[in-house]
DNA sequence: TAGTGGTCTAGACCACGAA
DNA sequence: TCGTGGTCTAGACCACTAA
């Protein structure tokens, strides 16, 4: 929602138009005409370029596209690249009832690797909660993810949240930018007992660095059952 | 570079002012002013509404950002979503020598996967390419692209390409859009052989479907010593 | 021919930042 | 105080599309 109209007081007129043509294209199929421009100048009184300066940012993020001599019509939706998501976000997505099982949540001091990926000094505090993940009820990951307890203030003392993710978007500190790595390996000892598999069993490990800005509010690393997951990606833009 | 001063033989203001702009910060260390708007206004002898259009463009491709009450600027260069890369260009990229040996190229029937892959119906024609890729001398990867005859016409009868990604953008075809999947699993006794390693090693599957637009130009499966071959991604936009 | 978006003019007032 | 970008006006001519 567009809050300029509420929180300032004073309306921008080519935020009003925006938003107006905004919710009118709502649900729309792509290719339905939108309001010509001299249609939206008489209808709230206002110069051209006002109108197009409204139009052009629809254009921009992608809801609009103008075809010369023809009019203005509802843009056919780009393909998105995958979407940094959390486990929960990612077994739904697929159809699957995804639970998670808390096996430790504590303060600790942080390790070399995790120090270095928070960039932060080896011994500085982090809150570590390891996790067994189940899909339709089997198990499949064990996820550990390591937090900077400055960044936030309370966590451990709060009620756990069901997703780390939702907890974190509501500080406004979901993840906007992720740094992976995904290798092939064979399980420990103690992964193949909480994974219910024989030891030496073949794994995926998946790391993450997430970022929002320059600041690192995620550092995780889990362990999949490869004869259970896939990973799946999409790259590029646009088609 | 803007050929609509040439091609058009009509140039329109507003690309003139951006491309003066594009010339004036290339290479300009972020942060460097860039002409104030008033100052093109004097310069071309053209209302600011239309020096705002072309600041508008370089300011939504990333190149400049404004700062009310102080001016505009050469903006800070965005962190980019890992891009679709080659192995040449990935082993490069990684500071490693990259070598292929072709094991097989030949035009084969599509079996039910790979046409699936590419829209096509089990039994049409397609390009197979399988070859061993080595870095800085030893083992890596095995690849089988699979290419749509199609679309690239005396492909097979022309030089081997040194990268296949190479010869593809000569064609305009390199792929702008990808969906991978990978997984973690063991080699197979004739993988094993290539890659120089034990039967049942644990290694890395990747499999890419390649496209451009809606057209699908390549499909690929590797797969990688896990021992020496951890993948990288970065997904998400800007910071 | 009528309507559309693309381009362009020559001004205007505003809020904000720096000096 | 002065310069900056942000917003806005009330027109104009053009090329193009569709009827």
Not at 137 to 161: K, R, S, T, W
Request: hydrophobic share 40%; proline share 5%; net charge negative.
């Amino acid at each position: 929602m567009e809050d300029a109209l509420i929180s300032d007081g004073r309306a921008l007129k080519h935020v009003a138009v925006r938003e107006y043509v905004r919710g009118l294209v709502a649900g729309h199929a792509p290719g339905s005409p939108a309001p010509s421009e001299r249609e939206l100048v008489q209808r709230f009184g206002v110069a051209r370029m006002t109108v197009r300066q409204a139009l052009d940012a629809l254009v921009t993020e992608g809801l609009l596209e103008r075809i010369p001599g023809r009019g203005t019509f509802v843009a056919r939706p780009r393909r998105i690249a995958t979407p940094i998501t959390s486990y929960s976000e990612e077994m739904t997505r697929r159809g699957m009832l995804a639970e998670s099982q808390t096996l430790l949540v504590r303060r600790e001091h942080a390790g070399p690797g995790v120090a270095r990926a928070f960039n932060l000094t080896e011994g500085d505090a982090v809150v570590h909660w390891r996790r067994l993940r189940r899909a339709d009820g089997q198990p499949l990951c064990i996820e550990d993810a390591y937090l900077n307890e400055v960044l936030l203030p309370g966590f451990l003392h709060a009620a756990m949240p069901t997703s780390l993710y939702d907890d974190l978007a509501a500080r406004g500190l979901r993840p906007t930018w992720a740094e992976d790595s995904i290798s092939a390996d064979v399980a420990t000892e103690e992964e193949a007992e909480l994974l219910e598999v024989v030891p030496a069993t073949v794994v995926l490990r998946h790391s993450r660095r997430g970022l929002v800005g320059d600041r690192v509010v995620e550092v995780s690393r889990s362990v999949y059952r490869a004869d259970r997951y896939t990973m799946w990606m999409q790259l590029g833009t646009d088609d």
